[in-house]
């Protein structure tokens, strides 16, 4: 069973922005495909940004040239770099990790308020 505990989140002003990590125990993480997802309230949980094993990156169309994904192997961490927030960022922000084969994990969630 793989841990993920996400950590960063907080209220920020607009244009400002925020850090986020996510730990995750296990010895193959370097193996994993991990990804950020956000949930606004009464919304859907949406894909936000993933980073292979190899390092390749896809964004969401809305996050692209604000938002950056990155990995530490050596710490088992994923980041997500979040710069020019707007309002509409506000979510819970989870993370998760995908893990061949069948194995799908989630943290348990942060939440990212932007506002002034």
């Known amino acids: 069973q793989v841990q993920l505990v996400e950590s960063g989140g907080g209220l920020v002003q607009p244009g400002g922005s925020l850090r986020l990590s996510c730990a995750a125990s296990?010895?193959?993480?370097?193996?994993?495909?991990m990804a950020w997802y956000r949930q606004a309230q009464g919304k859907q949980r949406e894909l936000v940004a993933v980073?292979?094993?190899?390092?390749?990156?896809d964004y969401a169309d809305s996050v692209k040239g604000r938002f950056t994904i990155s990995r530490d192997n050596a710490k088992n961490t994923v980041y997500l770099q979040m710069n020019s927030l707007k309002p509409e960022d506000t979510a819970v922000y989870f993370c998760?990790?995908?893990?061949?084969?069948?194995?799908?994990?989630w943290g348990q969630g942060t939440q990212v308020t932007v506002s002034s």
């Open positions: 296990g010895s193959l993480f370097r193996l994993y495909t």
């Open positions: 998760n990790g995908v893990a061949a084969p069948g194995g799908n994990y």
């Open positions: 980073i292979t094993g190899g390092g390749n990156t």
